[in-house]
């Protein structure tokens, strides 16, 4: 996984999209005041759009706002909360931060046997797979290990431990794990099905590139209902799911959340040694953290990459941990996701001027956050100067037409951040036309009737919510369109 992210992260530091930018103030303010009148209303009314539109674009050259609609309301901003967390991470943490996770012997090695314990030290890697445990394992064996007259060991405490990061979302849904000092697979647990007879086969595994080890404390039963799609029950370590048998269909997979995520990767590298030809009795927790010989070790990607890779792929535990990371650094001991999210609630509205802001969490999973489009590219404008080529470390995004057909002009770049739950549409991030027009922007949109009507215990996808979101990127996409053709309609 190490080598796939180095290959995913090309030139993170190299030229950004506005090199060659003029410099400005170090803490440069918005501006209200549209050169632009407001041209959202076509769009909205070709393609009805229910709920509420907001945005600002503004021009980072000339520093005066091109267009806006609603720009001091607040709305839900989703998973664009990851470009605040990522300016969060890099500002405390620095681009060169790692994580590192340890195996460490409690005493001496001779014949193949550690006289002593052998423990697990977790830093709270949020990128940790199967494949570094196989790593690990393998290390373990080539210093002399075999088996230990002592006990198993794991430590996560180096991070708290959260059994979900929104507690109001479905409870099989991947996006939504556990959070603590040990991860492993972005604390997900593979279900694997397949028709057997009148019945199924079914597999929980710790699958990565190259093993399958099958997760013998996590167990699902197929049941014989309509409703609920899944049902989940902790006892103990035992983690027990089970599943709505019409759903199932002939075979297939998923991946479901992990709630108690330390203990998961302790028995998986247990059994990932195993296969090594390490011998380990089952895992027992420590709250202390132990300083003792390290015999194996590994380490992840740069911070910098980390951040690219939550930006790119919007990866919830990733950035709810990158969160937890810098609350640890600032030696702000939290209690709770919510807690860790306003430490960095008070810095967004003290070093990038989002007055108005309220975040509840990092990743923007919970719908309680709020930002205004106003605050959004105003903490775009700061963030540029504080990471630089910060844009570079966005995610490309295909310029479209307001009919949503591929923009083939070449009249802009889009470098953004997007945001989704059902029934709320959000993107923010930088714009570069063709004539040399340097932008910042943010575009939210909502239907939170809509969004708290919806039943998503029953159906994962709310009736409607498929066709609403493609009418809000639409818009999105006509917004942008417009934009990027701004200096020509000088």
Do not use: C
């Not at 030139?11 to 050169?35: E, M």
């Amino acid at each position: 996984m190490r080598g796939v992210w180095a290959i995913v992260v090309l030139a993170l530091f190299g030229t950004g999209l506005w090199a060659g930018a003029p410099d400005v103030s170090p803490r440069p303010q918005y501006r209200p005041g549209s050169v632009l009148p407001d041209g959202a209303d076509a769009l909205l009314q070709r393609f009805a759009m229910s709920g509420d539109l907001g945005f600002v674009v503004y021009d980072l050259t000339t520093g005066a706002v091109i267009e806006q609609r609603a720009a001091q309301k607040r709305y839900a901003p989703a998973s664009v909360t990851k470009a605040i967390t990522g300016l969060y991470a890099l500002s405390h943490l620095g681009p060169d931060f790692r994580y590192t996770t340890q195996v460490m012997a409690a005493g001496p090695i001779a014949g193949g046997t550690l006289q002593g314990d052998l423990i697990l030290v977790g830093d709270g890697d949020p990128v940790l797979d199967t494949d570094d445990l196989l790593d690990l394992a393998r290390a373990v064996k080539s210093a002399g290990v075999r088996r230990i007259t002592g006990k198993y060991l794991y430590y996560a405490d180096a991070l708290p431990q959260f059994r979900e990061i929104d507690p109001d979302q479905p409870v099989h849904v991947g996006y939504n794990p556990a959070v603590s000092g040990l991860n492993l697979n972005f604390n997900r647990v593979y279900f694997d099905w397949k028709r057997s007879g009148a019945g199924y086969r079914v597999q929980m595994d710790a699958r990565s590139n190259q093993i399958q080890p099958v997760v013998g404390h996590i167990s699902m039963q197929v049941a014989d209902r309509d409703a609920p799609l899944f049902a989940y029950a902790q006892n103990g370590r035992q983690e027990r799911w089970s599943v709505a048998k019409p759903a199932l269909g002939q075979e297939g997979g998923r991946w479901l959340p992990v709630r108690d995520p330390a203990h998961y990767a302790a028995m998986v590298f247990a059994r990932v040694a195993r296969d090594q030809g390490v011998e380990l009795p089952d895992p027992q927790p420590i709250k202390a953290r132990p300083s003792q010989k390290v015999i194996a070790q590994i380490t992840s990607a740069p911070m910098a990459e980390l951040v690219k890779m939550m930006l790119k792929y919007s990866n919830n535990m990733l950035a709810e941990t990158l969160g937890l990371t810098v609350a640890k650094s600032r030696g702000i001991a939290v209690q709770s996701l919510r807690q860790s999210a306003g430490a960095m609630n008070d810095w967004a509205r003290a070093d990038l001027g989002m007055t108005t802001t309220q975040f509840v969490d990092h990743s923007g999973l919970n719908d309680a956050s709020r930002v205004s489009p106003a605050d959004m590219v105003q903490a775009l404008i700061r963030g540029a100067q504080r990471v630089p080529d910060y844009d570079d470390l966005l995610k490309p995004i295909k310029a479209r037409t307001a009919s949503g057909d591929l923009d083939k002009s070449g009249q802009s770049v889009i470098q953004a951040k997007t945001g989704t739950l059902h029934f709320v549409t959000a993107l923010a991030g930088y714009l570069q036309d063709k004539q040399g027009g340097r932008y910042a922007f943010a575009i939210f949109q909502q239907d939170l009737a809509a969004r708290h009507a919806a039943d998503t215990e029953k159906l994962e996808t709310p009736p409607g919510s498929r066709a609403w979101r493609r009418r809000a990127i639409n818009i999105q996409s006509g917004l942008l369109y417009r934009w990027a053709r701004f200096r020509l309609m000088d």
